[in-house]
């Protein structure tokens, strides 16, 4: 609604006084189509702030980056929009003055076809499907066509008026605003410096990672240079604990987890010898059964995979791999005034709950749904402590987990977009009546 009435009013025409224009229809529709490209720089600057993942807005909003990632979409398709209609209008323009045999030659007019195909072929290959399914290739003709989009868009405005009208000001926002949130990844990057993964294959689906000498929470992204020639790339993964456990180290012995389920449950079994403590009340890693760990847990940080077709499949082909890690990012929202707290997970979504819960001073409960336990058995040391039930090989009866929490209580949830979808459904439903606060973590795509 804002671009509309940007676009569009206030607009006064001085025909037949002006020499510029053969009747008012010109004039306006003149007006308008100069607006609209004004109006396509300045998205095109804000798209790419949105897009960042070290976007200022994020700190002064406390918003999601997924949430900046839907504008991000929005906002383009408003900037596509603006700039086809630009070049539409124009090319009538020139045709009712016959004057477009001529200006379709020039270099301005090709730059601004350029520019505008560009944009508008960013949008098929952005659609979920694609993204989704290949990622990387999106990804590569993403910036390929906004590099060649921002550029078009410069040289049309220059070899159209130089720099005198100051409309290539937007161009040069847009691209300090990339120029600093990629210099900002590299010192993300340099910070952490180059390390080695030592990878752990849990089962078919999953693999476990760990990072030594750094520290994090939230999410990270990381690159495996020497995996593949396409040594640009990176993926976001969830910091499920900010130590490494050395293996057989007394320091490893976990908390018992069930799994539960309406009819014939499967019970994961682990060490049975210490027992599930409330959530404020959790021993030191150093410290269990009053046995003293002799060698305490190194730094770094545990990732847990889910291998998919590409980047990830190639992974379970290595034992160690050197990796760089950009770093963290980390939004989780204020829950202090809730004494109570539900975190529903699903598969690798444990990851991005655990943090939320050692960071909440309440009570906390946890319901996890795995298609094998696995992962349930390799996550036992991050478990520990936690008030936790398991759902292994079936889907967690939400309606009966969610309306049977008493009082006002803060709901976590992350997982595959179905249990998202569903978990938002019900909270929902239960706003009208309870105090509860909805927070999903994910990664939009």
Not at 423 to 428: D, H, K, L
Request: proline content about 4%; hydrophobic content about 45%; glycine content about 6%.
């Amino acid at each position: 609604m804002l671009n509309i009435v940007l676009n569009a009013a206030g607009l006064e025409s001085a025909y037949p006084d002006s020499v510029w224009y053969s009747s008012t229809t010109v004039e306006t529709a003149t007006y308008i189509s100069n607006r609209a490209g004004v109006l396509s720089f300045a998205n095109l600057s804000l798209l790419i702030l949105y897009a960042g993942r070290n976007n200022i807005l994020l700190y002064i909003t406390d918003w999601s980056q997924s949430t900046f990632l839907l504008l991000h979409r929005w906002v383009a398709r408003l900037c596509v929009l603006q700039a086809c209609l630009h070049s539409a209008m124009y090319v009538r323009l020139y045709q009712i003055s016959g004057t477009l045999s001529t200006e379709q030659k020039l270099e301005y007019w090709i730059w601004g076809i350029v520019a505008t195909l560009a944009l508008s072929l960013l949008i098929p290959p952005s659609i979920l499907a694609f993204r989704t399914r290949r990622y990387e290739i999106f990804l590569i003709i993403h910036i390929a066509l906004a590099v060649l989009a921002v550029v078009g868009c410069y040289e049309h405005i220059f070899t159209r008026f130089t720099h005198q009208w100051g409309y290539e000001t937007w161009i040069y926002i847009a691209i300090a605003i990339w120029g600093f949130e990629r210099g900002i990844r590299l010192l993300r990057i340099a910070r952490n410096g180059l390390q080695t993964a030592t990878l752990t294959v849990i089962d078919e689906d999953y693999l476990r990672v760990d990072i030594p000498n750094i520290t994090a929470s939230g999410h990270v992204y990381l690159y495996f240079p020497t995996l593949t020639w396409r040594f640009w790339e990176n993926h976001p993964f969830s910091v499920a604990d900010t130590r490494i456990r050395r293996r057989g180290n007394p320091s490893a012995i976990s908390s018992p987890v069930i799994a539960k389920g309406k009819k014939s449950a499967e019970t994961v079994k682990v060490n049975s010898d210490v027992s599930i403590r409330p959530n404020r009340e959790r021993s030191s890693d150093s410290k269990i059964s009053g046995i003293e760990s002799s060698t305490p847990p190194e730094t770094g940080i545990t990732l847990i995979v889910r291998t998919r077709s590409g980047t990830t499949a190639q992974l379970r082909n290595h034992s160690s791999i050197r990796v760089l890690v950009e770093g963290a990012y980390c939004s989780h929202p204020d829950f202090s005034s809730y004494a109570n707290m539900v975190c529903i997970a699903g598969g690798v979504g444990i990851t991005a709950v655990l943090p939320i819960i050692k960071a909440f001073p309440g009570n906390v409960k946890l319901y996890w749904g795995v298609r094998n336990r696995a992962i349930v058995d390799e996550m036992e040391a991050e478990l520990k402590g936690i008030d936790v039930d398991v759902v292994v090989g079936r889907r967690i009866d939400l309606k009966d987990v969610l309306e049977g929490s008493p009082g006002r209580f803060a709901v976590v949830a992350s997982g595959p977009p179905g249990l998202a979808d569903d978990v938002r459904a019900i909270v929902a439903g239960m706003a009208k009546t309870k105090d509860v606060k909805l927070y999903e973590e994910f990664f939009a795509w």
